[in-house]
């Protein structure tokens, strides 16, 4: 059974930086691009970034290019996401998820993310 466990949420101040990781278990599938969305209260899931399996490619959205980063160690099937300069509009409980058919070239659509993990909560205070 393929379990995704997000991990490094918590309560920061406006400014401050967190580090959340994504470990994959159980997976039945080779390689796979990982994707890290959010959603906050009263607001649909959307995209933040994503990467893929081999050559680290990167994808962001536009709110928080420059400030997060991605990347992954792939021998302990780990994905981080660095987050730097946090905001109060980044709050927000903060999914991974991964997709087996989309291996180098990952995509913002969750709807190609075929496993998820439950989430891990962000608070930024201002």
């Known amino acids: 059974q393929v379990q995704l466990v997000e991990s490094g949420g918590g309560l920061v101040q406006t400014g401050s930086s967190l580090r959340l990781s994504c470990a994959v278990s159980g997976r039945t599938f080779s390689n796979y691009a990982v994707g890290w969305f959010r959603q906050a209260p009263g607001k649909r899931r959307e995209f933040v970034a994503a990467i893929g399996w081999s050559f680290g490619r990167t994808y962001y959205a536009d709110s928080v290019k420059g400030r997060f980063s991605i990347s992954r160690d792939n021998a302990k099937d780990t994905v981080y996401l660095q987050m730097n300069s946090l905001k109060p509009e980044d709050t927000a409980v903060y999914y991974c998820?991964?997709?087996?058919?989309?291996?180098?070239?990952?995509?913002?659509?969750?709807?190609?993310?075929?496993?998820w993990g439950q989430g891990t909560q962000v608070t930024v205070s201002s």
């Open positions: 998820a991964a997709d087996p058919g989309r291996i180098e070239v990952p995509t913002s659509t969750s709807g190609s993310y075929d496993y």
